[in-house]
């Protein structure tokens, strides 16, 4: 079994580092993209519970 030299090290840590702020920024996405669903659902149900008529869907 080969030992990783310095580089690769570094690189898998840099690659690694990478990859978990990846996966935060998307669950920060995934978080804002439901927030907005449910407020679209949300806005929806007062237009419809007031009476208004829904013209942008």
């Known amino acids: ?7 690769d090290r570094a690189a898998l840590k840099q690659s690694q580092k990478e990859i ?11 978080k804002a993209l439901a ?13 419809e519970y007031s009476g208004e008529t829904d013209e942008d869907d």
């Not at 978990?20 to 995934?30: G, N």
């Not at 927030?35 to 237009?47: F, T």
Request: net charge positive.
């Open 20 to 30: 978990k702020q990846l996966k935060r920024e998307l669950v920060r996405k995934e």
């Open 35 to 47: 927030k907005a669903a449910a407020i679209r659902v949300l806005r929806k149900r007062l237009r």
């Open 1 to 7: 079994m080969q030992v990783p030299s310095v580089d």
